[in-house]
Every structure is written in structure tokens, then in C-alpha cells.
């Protein structure tokens, strides 16, 4: 099974709107972190946000907030007013507790968000 | 700061070639990892390091890649002989420490082409 889904290969949004990314995840682990990259087309994985299991609050990093919900497993990426510069690969990735230490992340196969003008 | 460097940032060669692809990590950084990303299979982790020792190969593909830290500023992939399908993007990333908070800060990456 995959530990990282993201089923949305692709993403149209004009620009100045709100978009939302989507990612599910799969561990048994209660201990795990999330994390999102950004890929522009010059293809250099960009850290945008992070989310710990057990974070009460919703990471926000500018316009980015994570949209957690814990119980179903899910970490969505929001992009509040968004930008042409925008446009890129979003990868989902994940750090289990069994890997604490190891330092390996797991990632999503990535959406692909192109911003409209 | 310097970030993660990778040389050479673009790689034609010739199947059967060895290729040698060398990545420096930002300084103070105690993990390197070496991914590789291709239409097909997405992201993949191939190897990492923890103070220059290899602690999870499980990713490489087959005899024909190895890697190698010899200091805390150096490592490199390599091919021997290389394969049209090892044509990819392939990612050096580093990270400081242990705990789930920390990032990996991903190099420019190496576009591999193997004819």
C-alpha cells in the first residue's frame, strides 16, 4: 500500500484564488511527521511546511497552512492568494517514528499546480 | 549560506559509460541522501549517510551504483556501466541532527542522460 497519496496529478487555479492540495497518508505509528516540498520547473525541491503527529495547532508558514486532520489521515496543503510563481510540483512526504533517527522520508508522487493569470 | 552543491548539474553519456556524480552538503550537516526521480517511479531514496557511514542502501538498484563519503564534505554516485533506464534526476539532500522536525535541504540535482 502507499504510504504517501496525492490523487490530484494536476491542478488548474487562477490566480489570486485559494488552492488546496491534497494528501493522504498510511502508518500505524502515532509519532510521524508531514512535510511538503515545492519543485519549480528549474527543479530544485524547495521545504515549505511541516506537521508534527502530535501539533495541536495547523502549521502555517505565510501563505501556507497545512489543513490536518489526524483521524482521517490526512494533510492537505492550502496556498492562500495564490502567485504565478506558484506553478510547480508539490510533493507530500513523511517520517514515521520507526524512522526517527534514520532521518528517511517518504514522498508522494507529487501534483502538478499551474496557476492561471 | 551555501547549499547543497551537486556537479555535474547536467550528464550525457554513452550506455556502457561510468558515470560519477559528487555532491557537497551544507556545512555542519551530519545526513546526506541520495535520491533519484523519474517520471515512472517518482522520488526515490537510494542511499544516506550519517556521519560519512552508510546506514540504508536498500534503495540502490544493483551492483552497478555504489556511493561513496570519504569526509563530511564530499560524496559521490556512481555508475558502472551505466544503463539508458539509470537516466534520471538525481537528487543530493542533507540534514542536521535527529528528530522529526527536521527538513532535508534538497541540491540543484544532476540530470542524468544515458544514450
Known amino acids: 500500500a502507499q504510504k504517501i497519496t496525492q490523487t490530484q496529478p494536476g491542478m488548474f487555479v487562477q490566480e489570486k484564488e485559494a488552492v488546496t492540495l491534497d494528501c493522504t497518508y498510511d502508518t500505524s505509528d502515532q509519532s510521524y511527521g508531514l512535510f511538503w516540498y515545492k519543485q519549480p520547473s528549474s527543479g530544485e525541491m524547495i521545504f515549505l511546511i511541516y506537521q508534527g503527529s502530535y501539533d495541536e495547532q495547523n502549521a502555517t508558514e505565510g501563505r501556507y497552512s497545512l489543513n490536518f486532520q489526524k483521524a482521517r489521515k490526512s494533510a492537505n496543503l492550502v496556498i492562500s492568494a495564490s502567485q504565478l510563481g506558484d506553478s510547480a510540483m508539490y510533493f507530500c512526504?513523511?517520517?514515521?517514528?520507526?524512522?526517527?533517527?534514520?532521518?528517511?522520508?517518504?514522498f508522494g508522487t507529487g501534483t502538478r499546480l499551474t496557476i492561471i493569470p | 549560506d551555501a547549499g547543497v552543491i551537486q556537479s555535474p548539474r547536467h550528464e550525457v553519456t554513452e550506455m556502457g559509460q561510468e558515470v560519477t556524480l559528487r555532491c557537497k552538503p551544507i556545512?555542519?550537516?551530519?545526513?546526506l541522501f541520495w535520491y533519484r526521480q523519474t517520471m515512472m517511479r517518482g522520488l526515490e531514496l537510494l542511499i544516506y549517510?550519517?556521519?560519512?557511514?552508510?546506514?540504508?542502501d536498500s534503495g540502490m538498484p544493483e551492483d552497478r551504483f555504489s556511493a561513496k563519503m570519504p569526509n563530511a564534505s564530499f560524496s559521490t554516485l556512481k555508475i558502472q556501466p551505466s544503463e539508458p533506464r539509470d537516466s534520471a534526476v538525481y537528487f543530493c539532500?542533507?540534514?542536521f541532527g535527529t528528530g522529526p522536525r527536521n527538513e532535508q535541504f534538497f541540491g540543484p540535482g544532476t540530470r542524468l542522460t544515458v544514450l
Open positions: 512526504a513523511m517520517r514515521e517514528s520507526r524512522d526517527f533517527g534514520n532521518e528517511k522520508l517518504t
Open positions: 539532500a542533507s540534514s
Open positions: 549517510f550519517n556521519n560519512n557511514v552508510p546506514i540504508d
Open positions: 556545512s555542519g550537516h551530519d545526513y
